[in-house]
């Protein structure tokens, strides 16, 4: 008697883990569409043999006949015009065969786009991952180097060696002199620690180019995002494609780039930086009370 297990649902579940199954998913419908592309490759190449053969049948059979019926000049001249019909015919079979799309081969195509755009978000993802370590790596060395320069010469003669503040969870007090005291100052340490300030900075620039007698626009967006000491953290630059693009468009998607890389590094706070004022305007423009009064009265 076969018995069937059922998988229990995972009480935490990882996102990660369901792009795995997906990406296997899409990987093994694509191996099968490979297959079945090649078989079906192979099929139109028996396909083609057979007619091949045939036609040359056919063309030996119309030789011979024509050569008992006719003279040797005219036999030569038939058979010569017979040789040039049949690369002709294969020809045009082959072009349309091999010109054809296939099914198979575009599902292969657009699930191996779909693989690669995978990858390529893990690997983004992976990348911003690292980027967060080290920035918390960063801010706990600097705070570890603040504790220091606060210990008294004395203390620091009798436990200094001692002193340790490893990087990582529940490591966050040193093991050797730390009181009550000192465990309060931890506290608001870690506080303040989460209420650290970022800058972002970030910058559009749309020029127009001119390439012979034609003109082309050229844009392009910048990010950086700092710590509050004024070390760089993170840094962006990415070209900008379409047609239409302006200067407040181009500083608008240098806005987005840059809020969408401080909620990848898990900030908590930040601080926007630009240098066009009237980009500067139309974001932070808080309407007067007679305007708002003005468009309740008009709906």
């Known amino acids: ?127 911003m991952r690292k980027v967060r370590e080290d920035l918390s790596r960063r801010i706990h060395d600097q705070k570890v180097a603040r504790k220091i320069s606060t210990i008294p010469e004395e203390d620091w003669v009798h436990w200094g060696d001692g002193f340790e503040r490893p990087f990582g969870e529940g490591s966050s007090r040193s093991a050797i002199g730390v009181d009550s005291a000192d465990e309060d100052e931890d506290e608001d340490e870690d506080e303040d620690e989460d209420e650290a300030v970022f800058r972002v900075y970030f910058k559009g620039l749309v020029s127009e180019e001119k390439i012979g ?32 693009l302006s200067k407040l468009a181009a500083e608008a998607k240098a806005l987005i780039e840059g809020l969408n890389a401080a909620l990848a590094l898990e900030l908590k706070r930040v601080t926007l930086y630009c240098d066009n004022f009237t980009f500067h305007q139309f974001v932070s423009f808080l309407p007067s009370v007679s305007t708002v009064r003005f468009f309740d009265s008009s709906f």
């Open 1 to 127: 008697m076969a018995t069937s297990r059922t998988r229990e649902p995972n009480p935490n579940p990882n996102p990660n883990d369901d792009d795995l199954d997906f990406l296997s998913l899409v990987s093994e419908q694509r191996r099968e569409l490979m297959a079945a592309e090649t078989f079906e490759s192979d099929i139109d190449f028996a396909y083609r043999l057979q007619l091949q053969e045939a036609l040359a049948a056919s063309v030996a059979v119309q030789t011979s006949s024509s050569s008992s019926s006719s003279s040797a000049s005219s036999s030569s001249s038939s058979s010569s015009a017979s040789a040039s019909v049949e690369p002709t015919r294969h020809g045009l079979v082959l072009t349309q065969n091999e010109d054809a799309p296939r099914f198979a081969s575009l599902q292969s195509e657009e699930l191996a786009r779909v693989e690669q755009e995978i990858r390529d978000r893990e690997q983004s993802a992976m990348e």
């Open 213 to 244: 007698n034609e003109k082309s626009a050229m844009a392009g967006i910048g990010v950086a995002i700092c710590d509050p000491r004024g070390n760089l953290v993170f840094e962006l630059r990415k070209p900008l494609f379409g047609k239409g």
